[in-house]
């Protein structure tokens, strides 16, 4: 059982450099979310897709890009990594939006480290 | 938006039952109250949600007051297994806005 798998679990970039996190699930979700936690808090929304052709913006979604073309990937894009980017990012999903009677499925987590 | 208050930080001893409070004095009449928690290193995982009524299920009972401004976490039978950071959430315009949580101690 996949659920909700996120590559790479580890990565350090240099300042200005780009790079993809990878989110596949394998539970047929239309929701997915991506998320960032810094050291002693909660999540905080990036950005999230109700479906395939869908996405929008959470509560930090600056410096970021997102596109969902397939129901089962939803990759998140760092455009130019800043090290205010140091954070450990998750993607979660769910069958729809979690807030109603929906629970979310989350991944292990990418830890990524802007020098 | 709709937030949660708990508190930091919690101590329990091993296989006592825990009581972890959350208080959302500004829910409204549509929000669901979700628990979510994280073990450490690793996303978080699903607790249990709940409306207005009681819920029970096998990891946790969740008990709501009447008046939706607080609502408590139930661990039965607490194990070492159980320490984590515990999450009190409320959606906000169809997104979930999580604060940070509060820690769960076991003492063996």
């Known amino acids: 059982n996949a659920g909700v798998t996120q590559t790479p679990k580890f990565q350090v970039l240099k300042t200005g450099q780009s790079m993809t996190l990878q989110c596949a699930q394998d539970?047929?979700?239309?929701?997915m979310s991506w998320y960032r936690q810094d050291p002693g808090m909660g999540l905080r929304l990036i950005h999230y897709?109700?479906?395939?052709?869908?996405?929008d913006q959470g509560e930090v979604p600056n410096g970021y890009n997102v596109s969902r073309s397939t129901t089962e990937d939803f990759p998140l894009r760092l455009l130019s990594a800043a090290p205010s980017q140091t954070s450990v990012y998750f993607c979660?999903?769910?069958?729809?939006?979690?807030?109603?009677?929906?629970?979310?499925?989350f991944g292990s987590g990418t830890q990524l480290s802007v020098l | 938006d709709a937030k949660t208050t708990q508190p930091n930080s919690m101590e329990s001893n091993e296989e006592e039952p825990v009581h972890l409070p959350c208080n959302h004095s500004t829910i409204s009449g549509t929000d669901y109250i979700h628990w979510y928690r994280q073990l450490p290193s690793q996303g978080p995982e699903y607790v249990i949600h709940?409306?207005?009524?009681?819920v029970n299920n096998r990891m946790a009972s969740l008990a709501i007051a009447e008046d939706r401004k607080s609502s408590t976490l139930i661990l039965h039978r607490a194990t070492l297994r159980d320490a984590a950071v515990y999450y009190c959430?409320?959606?906000?315009?169809?997104?979930?806005?999580w604060g940070a949580g509060t820690k769960l101690i076991i003492k063996p």
């Open positions: 539970m047929n979700h239309e929701y």
């Open positions: 959430i409320l959606d906000s315009n169809y997104q979930l806005i």
């Open positions: 979660a999903s769910s069958y729809s939006i979690p807030s109603t009677n929906e629970k979310l499925f």
């Open positions: 897709s109700v479906g395939a052709g869908i996405t």
């Open positions: 709940g409306l207005t009524s009681n």
